[in-house]
């Protein structure tokens, strides 16, 4: 039983780092129903920036905790600008061409970020400070669950019920519902759409970031290449979700982490992938458009 | 008309090598300018020493350092007359550890009619190049290529190599665990790349042979994982009191510090891709005590203190990885082929079987299957965030 529960545990931590890139993701497919591959890599450079701000602050001698919270706001709006440029130079001027072309363009994005911080940066991994404090009352239970893994669960269940509420009652949630509904409708009624989709991209790669400094100082080490395989993992927690549904992108994470975490501490940690992505099928054979996906009728 | 363009040509070839040669030393500058005189004389012979490896890319710093020692060693006998009379000449050939780009390289040293080789740095790339340079004749010595199959299976018999392979590797951890740590239960836990795995199975084997010791569990991970939780929880749920890793040192960092976090503070042992200050810095206070194999270097040698002193002499810093694999290797050929009197194939694989030679990693010759006799593996602890010797 205790074995199952540490398991369980495992996966859940797993699972919300999955949930926590795999948000960034499906938000901006809701709204436009694009595919950001280049997500994987803001994630990245949302990580680097942390680490810079934070090598800067720990030489200037702040305490931790601070240091987490700066190197947050900084590598959000970092981020959040990276996301705004890579939009208006990749997406934008492919707007109206077929859906192909701004996935290979964004395919082209994460590659070309992707060399640009290996030249600019290094090759090599870098050690990634542990920003997150172990809280003294989580001692016993550390061997269940660390602070960093509560942290991560935390922040993914708030940002989700965040992220939900600002679609659902804001002003500028109420644009992104039109533009996502009918792009055309929505500019004769007035939504400025270029704007709303700005926005979309500026909130999606801050949440990227946030993932990208909470993921790297738990884990410990970043490189050039560590959002590739987890853009990859929260790409397929989001589909397995129902990609555009932001519960949806919690829920796939979750039972990504949880299926990873029983196959390997059941069966082998040869098959954890294997698994994964058996299961990946099968709901996809049972529900077509993921677990809380909307069954939508194509326009033909 | 044809024969004069031809000249001029040639004409404008000789002012650029002199023009080049005039960069150098005074020393050169006089030889060329004897060239230039003797217009009629045939070009001094030369023996080309080819080198060829990660010269650039992402490992360029296990590769840099073969190409200083094969320039020492150069320097070195070219300052005494030579090898056979003739100056030894280095041709470097950059494969950034890619195979594709290794057959290339090795097509290329073959069409230059180079007869020996040291390199690949790589194993994958060796074994893509060995083809072509097995049918050239070509006589290659690794410092670094270190897969087992490579000689052991013994296909390539122009194949040598001065650092022991990974079974040997795998078989030094073993036989560490068993006989220092005197550990009774362990979890062998691989990469599933060749070389991990291939490490793995060695020191798998070595525990089955020795009988002391249980395998409790042996398991594949996968690379680039954001989270190695559920294996840690296996490890501890087994009773293993030692954890034998291996891979590259950027999931072992991340086991071994989740290790730590779950409580689960038992001996970790791993192999030189872990055998790498990277792992200490990412690590951090998690890789103090863990230990690695690494290929063995002799600090009292005295070939290696007085190669090490004229590396700092020529290039103002201290050698790099496998330097003293790569210096003895290039030791190795060109001693060969000074007894073997000739470049000729069958003498020069002949001579490197029989002859001793005094070299950075201690005396050695070459066993039936091209592995350096005597070279072997030492275990390394992390110490005050760095690797000191244990074994």
New interface residues.
Partial sequence: ME?FL??FL??L??GS??ALIALGYTMVYGIIELINFAHGEIYMIGAFMGLIVAGVLTAMGWPTLSILVIALIIAVLYSAAYGYTVEKIAYKPLRGAPRLAPLISAIGMSILLQNYVMLAQT?????FP?LIPDLEFMGPY??FL?TSDLFIIITSISVMVALTMFIKFTRMGKAMRATAQNRKMAMLVGVNVDQVISVTFMVGSGLAAVGGVL?ASH???I?F??GF??GI?AFTAAVLGGIGSIPGAVLGGLVL?WT???A??YI???Y??VFAFCLLVLILIFRPAGLLGKQRSQKV | MKSRWFLTVLGVAMAGLMAVGCGGEKKEEKKADAAANATAAAPAKKLVLGVAGAHSGDIASYGLPTLNAAKLVAKELNAKGGVNGMQVEVLAMDDQCKPELATNAATKLVSEKVAIVVGHTCSGPTKAALPIYKDAKVVVMSPSATSTELTQVGNYPNFFRTISYDLIQGKAAAEFAMSELKVKKVAIIHDKGDYGKGFAESAQKTFADGKTVTVALFEGITTGGVDYSAVVQKIKASGADCVLYGGYYPEASKIITQMHKKGVKIHFISDDGVKDDTFIKTAGVDAEGAYATGPQVLADNEVFKKAAADHEKEFGSKPGAFFPQAYAAAQALLNAVAKAGSTDYDKVVAALHSELIETPVGKIKFDAKGDAEGASFSVYQVKNGKYELVK
């Fill in positions: 074995y540490q398991l495992g996966g931590s797993r780092i999955y090759p090599d991994f870098l050690p542990r550390a061997n660390a993921i884990i410990g080490q490189n290449a560590i395989l987890a993992k982490g990873e975490s029983f390997a501490g082998s940690s040869d954890e992938d």
